[in-house]
């Protein structure tokens, strides 16, 4: 396994279906832990490599409902 981070950026802030399903996301095989840093309109996705790659998160961060706008570089 190799675990890797993402961050993203969000325009809109997510409505209440689009965090219920962000709930859901955690079922999904790969993604390991995902914050929410509301202060900077960002999600942080911690993922499984081996299993997943960025734009697949993207996508998945995508259908749940969450306005993507930019990948962020991590600090």
Known sequence: MTAVEVLFRYGIPPTESAMSALAQL???YGIRQMRIHETERAVRVEYDATRL???T??????????D???RM???
């Open 73 to 75: 570089a991590l600090v």
């Open 57 to 66: 998160v993207e996508k998945l961060l995508r259908s749940a409902g969450f």
């Open 26 to 28: 955690s079922d999904v």
């Open 53 to 55: 790659n960025e734009s």
């Open 68 to 70: 993507i706008q930019e």
